[in-house]
């Protein structure tokens, strides 16, 4: 069984556990962000590190379109999910965002420190003024104002 692991992981599993996971080269950056310790130990027995094809990376951009989970992602992950993607594998991360797409794409999704999401969901726009609720564009990666009135909008999970 294939594991892809978020920096979640990275952060928080024993260093024996991790060295038998994918990771995405970028996430040693974020994990040396947050935790120069964590980084110095992680990088002493790593995971195995993969740079994900840019076709898996297109692959992740439209998965989390079709959520509409898009805008909450950095970079970082993109290159998890779409490691996730490429290699249809189990995806062990926290981040609420990326158990969504991945449960939705059809993946194994396993928690690390969180009880993890119970369902599978989707975002619409709402306006801040009229109250309007409108699906999210999934070829922007930007909220635009309300088209009826002209308000902002915020996303909000789908009733």
Not at 21 to 47: D, H, T, Y
Not at 94 to 111: M, S, T
Not at 124 to 144: F, H, M, Y
Not at 147 to 159: E, N, T
């Amino acid at each position: 069984m294939v594991e892809v692991l978020d920096t979640a992981a990275l952060l928080f599993w024993p260093p024996e556990r991790l060295v038998t996971g994918i990771c995405a080269e970028s996430q040693m950056e974020e994990l040396r962000k947050l935790s120069e310790p964590r980084f110095l130990l992680v990088q002493s027995n790593p995971p195995e590190l993969r740079n994900p094809d840019e076709k898996s990376q297109l692959a992740a951009r439209e998965a989390a379109s079709r959520t509409g989970d898009l805008n909450g992602l950095s970079p970082v992950d993109i290159e998890v999910l779409a490691l996730a993607l490429e290699n249809r594998a189990t995806l062990h991360s926290d981040d609420y965002r990326l158990q969504n797409i991945a449960r939705n794409e059809g993946l194994e999704v396993k928690p690390v420190n969180t009880k993890g999401i119970g369902k599978v969901w989707r975002w619409q726009l709402r306006c801040t003024g009229c109250r309007a609720v409108t699906d999210v564009d999934s070829k922007s990666e930007n909220i635009p104002d309300c088209d009826i009135c002209g308000s902002p909008q915020q996303l909000k999970k789908a009733r």
